[in-house]
């Protein structure tokens, strides 16, 4: 990947893509979490992905995407730890399929560069009318967030784990607060957005010249004081949360979140992909083998490690009368690999799957983009190959140590109502 700063708090990011047959530009928008502002910065991609001042209502850009041959947009938002972001993806053929030799990596960047920054608006905000249809979605899907049990008992976890700080502020907004927000409100937290966010503009099979010049027309009547991005999150140790929540259900959650000590990416990043593929990211993984094939404890049981939000997490499916027992299974099987590194054989095999995994980031523009993405939020630039050279040198020792350095924090049960304790 190349990189360029094109003013301060603004870079451009050119990633490989000669060998696929499509481009893709994402405008990321990336500031610290802010939790006065967290339900309208919500409601932001619901209204930004309907139209913008080039196109300002649905039909309008859904005919220039349909000229674009198809042309894909997106805007998410998503979370890194005490950081959120705002992107603006789009993605069609490349320019070189265009029949009539459209200028289509100049469309791709307008239309990218026009929705994040060109809002639709009248009289300088957002209009009320789609201010309000935006808020019945946005309260739609904060109310369906109990649909989806394997979430809901993460989400409810999570919010036991980070509790008031900044991490733990609600990426989707807040139901209660949806009702209340207007144009103003709205506007105001995309003009906050705009002013303080740090600017990342990933271009995939778009000239660079094109793309650092469009970049620079667009911020050139914009002030902007981009404010510095929160380090990565390591919570102190803290006494063990335990709650149990009861609904009708037949299939239990359990949640198990842990803090960590003395991470440093820079250092630990490559034994803690290892370590994690050990614990219970791998189909070969401890957690897997031990707790739900051997003992058929669990439907499923995954571990996973958050290094923006200092935060492992142990989640499974399980039968109502088999959580405590799940939950103690899981805890050996962690504490073992503490005190026991793994085999060399075993060791290897995480490796092989790690390594496999960096292997397929090259396979597609968006897994590039979110590769890379991730690693500047670590301050770092590495290439998937550097990574998967790096996991050659992650030893059975250095992966014991990675499991020392997590305390157990919060036990989360989502089980049926009649369950006896």
């Excluded at 660079?208 to 990565?232: D, H, M, S």
């Excluded at 014991?400 to 157990?408: D, I, S």
């Amino acid at each position: 990947m190349k990189r360029i700063e094109l003013a301060p708090g603004a870079y451009l990011n050119l990633l490989p893509a000669d060998k696929f047959n499509r481009c893709r530009v994402n405008v990321q928008l990336r500031y610290p979490a802010d939790r006065a502002r967290a339900t309208a910065l919500a409601l932001l991609p619901f209204l930004m992905e309907r139209c913008c001042a080039d196109h300002p209502d649905m039909t309008d850009l859904s005919c220039h995407l349909a000229r674009l041959y198809g042309a894909d947009l997106a805007v998410d938002s998503t979370a890194a730890g005490s950081g959120r972001c705002l992107s603006v993806t789009v993605g069609g053929i490349a320019p070189r399929f265009a029949l009539s030799g459209e200028d289509l990596a100049g469309e791709y960047l307008a239309l990218a560069l026009g929705v994040a920054f060109r809002p639709h608006f009248a009289d300088g905000m957002f209009l009320p009318e789609e201010v309000e249809i935006e808020k019945e979605k946005l309260a739609e899907e904060l109310a369906a967030e109990i649909n989806d049990k394997r979430m809901y008992c993460l989400r409810q976890a999570r919010r036991r784990f980070y509790g008031s700080h900044p991490a733990g502020i609600e990426r989707t907004g807040y139901a209660d607060e949806v009702k209340g927000l207007t144009a103003e409100t709205v506007t105001e937290a995309w003009r906050w957005m705009v002013e303080n966010a740090q600017l990342e503009v990933f271009c995939a099979g778009i000239p660079e010249e094109l793309a650092a010049r469009r970049v620079r027309e667009t911020l050139a009547p914009l002030t902007r004081t981009p404010q510095p991005l929160p380090a990565p999150v390591q919570l102190p140790a803290a006494p063990l949360v335990e709650e149990t929540e009861r609904m009708e259900m037949v299939q239990a959650k359990l949640c198990m979140l842990f803090t960590v000590e003395d991470f440093q990416p820079s250092r630990d990043l490559d034994a803690m992909r290892v370590a994690m593929a050990v614990l219970g990211g791998s189909p070969t993984s401890r957690l897997f083998t031990n707790v739900r094939e051997k003992q058929s404890l669990c439907y499923y049981c995954a571990a996973s490690f958050n290094s923006f939000g200092g935060m492992m997490c142990i989640d499974s499916g399980v039968l109502p009368e088999n959580a405590a027992r799940a939950r103690e299974a899981i805890l050996h099987e962690w504490q073992t690999l503490c005190s026991q590194p793994p085999a060399e054989a075993e060791l290897e095999d995480a490796r092989r799957f790690v390594a496999n995994s960096l292997a397929a980031v090259e396979d597609s523009l968006a897994a590039q983009e979110t590769w890379y993405s991730g690693q500047l939020w670590r301050g770092d630039t590495a290439a998937p190959d550097e990574a998967r050279r790096a996991l050659e040198k992650v030893t059975a020792d250095e992966v014991a140590e990675q499991m020392k350095k997590f305390r157990f924090a919060v036990c989360y049960l989502l089980t049926k109502e009649d369950t006896a304790e």
